[in-house]
């Protein structure tokens, strides 16, 4: 492929600059500063490097997003800041939130170009666990507890009629409240249906007060990326999505 393209696809600038980062001797080749901004590279064997720091090559971009409370899981929208706005400085052409977290829901949220990975994660075959820390009105009771590990009756139906019951999911209880004095769980759930957990607690006479995802799958949000902030996936974190 063309040195410029390759470049440009790491979001290094814009044709334009990397024609002018060129000229000035910022890129090499091997080691050797390039010629032309559209000289032809191997971009799986040539060693690429920008101001001396070697690029590795990648066809997609992963970024997790730890999405604040706002701002919509979309692409575009007339009226409020999506979670594309937030990736400030990079090429977002392409790229899609993987799935959707409600506009008052804060937390994980992988961002990518690489539509089949968003295929099979959120394929309801597959069964990804995504794990929320729900803020809820009231404590639950163990009978609700064991309700909500079993399946509920959210209000869905299948083809023929009957009710279809949300898969068995995983309750955990947090020791402490927050800080407006709300019990706290964690729930595991195995589907992505409409506001899903929002129903779920709904099902068994509760309320959702604050509700942050916290992991899809392998990939965790962790403690050290603050709301609003958003990084690019490790490649151990990409290869153990794709597994
Ligand atoms: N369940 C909900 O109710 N809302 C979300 O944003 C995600 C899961």
Not at 104 to 130: F, Q, W, Y
Not at 175 to 190: A, Q, S
Request: glycine share 8%; hydrophobic share 35%.
């Amino acid at each position: 492929m063309r040195l410029d393209k390759f470049l440009s696809e790491q979001n290094i600038g814009t044709r334009k600059q990397i024609k002018e980062y060129v000229k000035n001797g910022r890129c090499a080749v091997n080691g050797i500063p390039a010629s032309k901004a559209d000289m032809h590279i191997d971009e799986n064997s040539d060693e690429i490097a920008f101001d001396g720091i070697v690029l590795s090559y990648s066809k997609y971009h992963y970024y997790l997003l730890n999405k604040p409370v706002g701002v919509v899981s979309a692409t575009r929208d007339g009226r409020n800041e999506t979670v594309l706005d937030l990736l400030s400085g990079e090429n977002v052409k392409g790229l899609s939130p993987c799935g959707r977290l409600d506009i008052d829901t804060e937390g994980l949220l992988l961002i990518t170009d690489d539509g089949d990975l968003i295929h099979r994660l959120l394929s309801p075959k597959k069964h990804v666990d995504k794990v929320y820390e729900v803020h809820i009105r009231q404590a639950l009771l163990p009978a609700d507890i064991e309700k909500l590990e079993k399946g509920v009756n959210i209000g869905d139906k299948k083809d023929d009629g009957s009710i279809d019951y949300t898969l068995p999911a995983k309750v955990e209880l947090c020791d402490d409240k927050d800080e407006e004095g709300y019990p706290v769980i964690f729930l595991t759930i195995h589907e992505g249906r409409f506001h899903q957990v929002k129903r779920m607690l709904e099902a068994v006479g509760n309320e959702v007060m604050f509700l942050r995802r916290i992991s899809m799958g392998s990939l965790e949000l962790g403690d050290d990326l603050p709301v609003g902030d958003y990084r690019p996936l490790t490649e151990e974190e990409i290869n153990e999505l794709k597994k």
